[in-house]
């Protein structure tokens, strides 16, 4: 990506952005929605909507000085984003206000969410700001934040930014001198490089992978370091294209990853989403390999070189029941947390575990990173199937059986009733017959997202057209009450 904004060059218009904060009310001109800002990965929305630029100045600022009031010697701020239109926008609107509340902004520019994470981590850095709406479609942005470690930022914390942005804050903005913006690309190297660390140079000789990095922020990236490793790479989807990002490409829609691995008799494949801190991979069959597959065999092989205490992973509600039995019957163990990654993150240092993630692909390994890491995990699972001697499609056929799983998200636009979707009446009715009719052959789980305007309703069953049945009797009754 080309940026107007060199090193050592300061952002333009701080002088009015710091004018404009501090002599106006945080909120002016901004619609602020009665729900928080901060959900599950952040701040996110549709652009023009919720995200616009005097929000991002505001975040931006409210950021920078809640960090810089925690931190004993406040250090710069770390700022990537990913290949989205609007992406840019917000960077600039965001440097201002957090070079307007005193900090300085190193600014990567295109790089995977998890860069932001490494180099927060690595540096004197006071945290990190990632603009991404991650697997959402292109008219949707978000805005994620760090702490000085590299990890999610606090609640606590998320809680008094907002406080600054609605106006309710006795913390004063008596910030006198601007911070520097200064653009540091260079910087992305190093975190390409500790990817490749714990791995020989031509480690992955002799496999042909497919790689779909979804015009989003694994492009060039990856395609460059599975050829580092030796690997024979076609790479899809490999450009920084606003407009395309996630369409019907990268992790949420894999037909035309599994059509190439097919199609050039390739070892595997693997799609990211788009800012690469979650993926998917193909087998040599071109079947479709989620989280729960991904952590089974990283597990097992974890469990078989004595590096998973307790022989546990830390997964969310969403896993599936084949996956959890088929690991107890190995002598594994399996917590479940509500959907997200910070709350498998948040189990997995409470637990001492080092391996958890996602069915949707975030998965972390705390041996090897802090935080979900796309490009790291296919690495590894690339280099899990070197190594075995087989082929993907043989180590899955040699692990479990999954139970049919119907997941449905339903839009609902009114975000009140989104979040209040549990006081729905004739939907907690459905919920209980539902679970009554299954008794222990099944589950249900309906919730809100919190990256995207949807209920989700999943349905989980031992026979197929159970799960589809109660599928769609709930499907129904959330359009019906809630759509």
Known sequence: MVSSITRNQRSVGLGTALDNIQGSLPNEGITLPKTPLFGTDGIRGRVGDLLSAPLALQVGFWTGMILHSHASNPGPIILGQDSRNSSDMLAMALSAGLTAAGLEVWYLGLCPT??????????????GVMISASHNPPEDNGIKVFDANGGKLPSSLQVEIEAGIRGNTSLANN???????????????????????????????????????????????????????????????????????????????????????????????????GDADRVLAVDNHGR?????YI???????????????????VSTVMANLGFERAWNQIGGKLIRTGVGDQYVQAEMHKTGSMLGGEQSGHILCRHYGITGDGLLTALHIATLVKESGISLGDLIDGSFQTYPQLLQNVRVEDRNKRMNWAKCQPLQDAIADAQAAMGDTGRVLVRASGTEPVIRVMVEAELADVASYWTNELVSVVQQHLG
């Not at 490494?118 to 945290?127: C, E, F, I, P």
């Not at 952590?295 to 992973?313: R, V």
């Open 295 to 313: 952590l089974y065999l990283w597990g097992n092989s974890l469990k078989q070189k004595q590096q998973l205490p307790d022989n546990l992973i």
């Open 114 to 127: 998890p860069c932001v994470a490494y180099l927060t981590n690595t540096t004197h850095a006071v945290g």
């Open 175 to 273: 910030i006198t001198n601007c911070g520097k913006h200064y653009f540091r690309p260079e910087l992305i190297s190093n975190y390409a490089d500790t990817l490749k660390q714990p791995f020989g140079g031509n480690h992955l000789q002799g496999m042909k992978i497919v790689l779909d990095a979804a015009w989003g922020a694994a492009v060039g990236l990856a395609l460059s370091v599975f050829k580092s490793m030796g690997a024979e790479v076609i790479c899809l989807h490999n450009k920084a294209d606003g407009d395309r990002i996630n369409v019907d490409c990268g992790s949420t829609h894999l037909g035309v990853l599994q059509g190439a691995v097919k199609e050039y008799n390739a070892d595997l494949g693997f799609a990211f989403d």
């Open 288 to 292: 479709e390999v989620n989280g729960d």
